[in-house]
């Protein structure tokens, strides 16, 4: 695996490393000792997919308070989306500051999401699929959100075209 860091703290952009030949190619795409020698959470006790019809679905911006915090790793499997994650350390130097990657299908990149960060992302494409490992259970006393359009962050999202459940409508602006 090749970890390529973000502009965020702690947050990176994962490539595989392909062995290649004439059927295809090989390679890994987790290893709890790269993922520690990166000062990364290896610890994944949870794996989820989400499953998006219609382009222009928009997920987020989500995460999980203390005590179940998570670490996530994002990996785009069918169509592809415009992956967002948010900074929410109040003593992080990158603090509500926010960066977006392209995951697809043919990319086949991973996004790695430290905790105390948001996440969400839109697809680019009807029918797209993303595959969730974390680091901790999934807690509904937990999880939080904050709105996709918070002007505190103004974030640029691809498609005008959106598909918003209601809750990740109604979400707070962001407040520490």
Same mark, same amino acid.
């Given at each position: 695996?090749i970890?390529?860091e973000?502009?965020?703290?702690d947050?990176?952009?994962?490539?595989l490393?392909?062995m290649e030949?004439?059927?295809g190619?090989?390679?890994?795409?987790f290893? =709890?000792?790269e @993922?520690?020698?990166? *000062? /990364?959470?290896?610890?994944?006790? =949870?794996?989820?997919?989400?499953?998006?019809?219609k382009k *222009?679905?928009?997920?987020?911006?989500h995460?999980?308070?203390?005590?179940y =915090?998570e670490?996530k /790793?994002v990996?785009?499997t069918? #169509?592809s989306?415009?992956d967002v994650?948010i900074?929410l350390?109040p003593?992080? /130097?990158?603090?509500?500051k926010?960066v977006?990657?392209?995951l697809?299908a043919?990319?086949?990149?991973?996004l790695?999401?430290p905790? #105390?960060?948001?996440h *969400?992302f839109?697809t680019l494409?009807?029918n797209?699929e993303? @595959?969730?490992?974390?680091s901790e259970f999934?807690?509904?006393e937990?999880?939080k *959100?904050i709105?996709?359009?918070?002007p505190a962050?103004?974030?640029?999202?691809?498609?005008?075209?959106?598909?918003i459940?209601?809750r990740?409508k109604q979400?707070p602006? @962001?407040s520490?």
């Amino acid at each position: 695996m090749i970890f390529r860091e973000t502009k965020l703290k702690d947050a990176f952009l994962i490539e595989l490393e392909k062995m290649e030949d004439e059927r295809g190619f090989f390679a890994r795409t987790f290893c =709890q000792e790269e @993922f520690k020698a990166h *000062g /990364l959470n290896p610890n994944l006790v =949870q794996c989820s997919i989400s499953f998006n019809k219609k382009k *222009g679905t928009l997920r987020g911006m989500h995460y999980q308070v203390a005590p179940y =915090q998570e670490a996530k /790793l994002v990996r785009c499997t069918q #169509g592809s989306v415009y992956d967002v994650i948010i900074d929410l350390c109040p003593d992080s /130097l990158t603090f509500k500051k926010w960066v977006a990657v392209e995951l697809t299908a043919e990319n086949r990149r991973m996004l790695y999401i430290p905790k #105390g960060f948001a996440h *969400g992302f839109q697809t680019l494409e009807d029918n797209t699929e993303v @595959f969730y490992q974390m680091s901790e259970f999934y807690s509904p006393e937990s999880s939080k *959100g904050i709105r996709w359009d918070d002007p505190a962050f103004n974030i640029h999202w691809p498609c005008n075209k959106r598909i918003i459940s209601t809750r990740d409508k109604q979400y707070p602006d @962001f407040s520490l």
